[in-house]
């Protein structure tokens, strides 16, 4: 396969995988790795490879594609490309939590400067060396690495590099309890999607979303970190990015275990396990999660009482009225009286949940 049909069929790869047909991506890009005669093609579609495994979790197929991008990058002889392998097997480390790796692949990478292309690197460098010094509770390096990720960003106009230096900020706040800044960082994400963010990838919305929804839980502001994290969820859920969604059960977890709901915190894990393997047809596990969301809903009698529908399996609006029952709004809207239809007691002055 030459050039010009190896750069063809990466970009089918790519409509692919942008148009959430993972396996379908995957198929092509092995396809083309197998085929092809153009090593710089071959860096490409190891670097395609690498992102999307590091997307759906699978960070040991992300390392051995590092690797072998490595090894590509090295017959090349090319300074540029090999930069960019060390740099996404300082990231592959740090998906696998070895930090102590992940610094020294980056330090590796900023002792290879000299070109354009390298020098683009730097923030991204910085960004990956600054999680891993949090990822070992190294606070001040981890710090200094953002700072200057952060300068890079700005030299270069590189809002999207802008954008992942917030967030990572915003979890480095987090685990220094300084949650007003913890939100700041996250919130100013979100505005670099807003404004620049077309053509962006949604993950960066999702990520932004999530960090927002994680420090506004810390700061015990529960409606607002509930919107952002379902915002990121349903994102995360498109986009196929597994960590993000495991992520976001954790976090809506945390969020019923702040309100004391525990009932409706396992409720909410059923409900959205079972969105996760019904994506990914793993039959199975979808008829496990199922049965439990029914039994959670039996055993909180969990009915709208005119509808006879189960409430918390979808986003619905409820009111609950001075009587205790729960209703779909829209039933109760429906309904056309100012009583409740199951007791016909008054429903004035209702209560929403």
């Known amino acids: 396969m030459g050039q010009d049909q190896t750069k063809q069929q990466i970009e089918k790869g790519l409509r692919l995988y942008q148009s959430n047909q993972t396996e379908k991506a995957l198929h092509v890009w092995m396809k083309v790795l197998e085929t ?59 998906k696998l939590c070895d930090f102590q790796k992940t610094v020294s692949y980056c330090k590796t990478c ?57 967030c990572s900020l915003g979890n480095f706040y987090i685990q220094l309890k300084d949650y007003e800044k913890a939100l700041f960082f996250p919130c100013k994400a979100a ?27 810390k700061l015990d502001r529960l409606s607002d970190a509930m919107e952002c994290c379902e915002e990121s969820m349903k994102i995360a859920l498109q986009h196929g990015d597994r960590p993000l969604q495991a992520l976001c ?39 496990e999660q199922v049965v ?15 509808c006879g529908e189960s409430i918390g399996e979808k986003n619905q609006q409820l009111q609950a009225l001075p009587c205790s029952h729960v209703f779909h709004l829209k039933c109760l809207q429906s309904n056309g009286t100012k009583g409740c239809p199951k007791c016909r007691r008054s429903s004035m002055k209702p209560g929403f949940v």
């Open 36 to 94: 092809t005669s153009d090593p710089g093609g071959k860096f490409r579609v190891q670097g395609c490879l690498i992102t999307a495994h590091s997307e759906m979790g699978k960070y040991k197929e992300m390392l051995k594609y590092a690797l072998a991008q490595i090894d590509t990058a090295r017959e090349m002889e090319d300074p540029d490309y090999l930069t960019e392998g060390y740099l996404n097997l300082a990231r592959s480390n740090e």
């Open 110 to 166: 900023l002792n290879m400067q000299g070109t354009t292309v390298s020098l683009q690197l730097n923030g991204q460098v910085c960004l990956s060396m600054g999680n891993a010094f949090l990822g070992l509770s190294v606070f001040q390096k981890a710090l200094e690495s953002y700072e200057k990720a952060l300068r890079y960003a700005h030299n270069n106009d590189d809002k999207m590099l802008e954008c992942r230096v917030c």
């Open 191 to 217: 505005e670099l999607v807003n404004d620049y963010g077309k053509g962006w990838s949604l993950k960066y919305r999702a990520m932004s979303q999530y960090h927002m929804a994680v420090a506004y839980r």
């Open 249 to 287: 059960l954790l976090n809506f977890a945390d969020i019923h275990r702040s309100r004391k709901d525990f009932e409706l915190c396992s409720l909410k894990v059923h409900c959205l396990s079972e969105g996760i393997y019904r994506a990914k047809e793993q039959q199975d596990e979808l008829r």
């Open 292 to 306: 439990k969301f029914l039994q959670c809903v039996e055993e909180l009698e969990l009915y709208c009482g005119m």
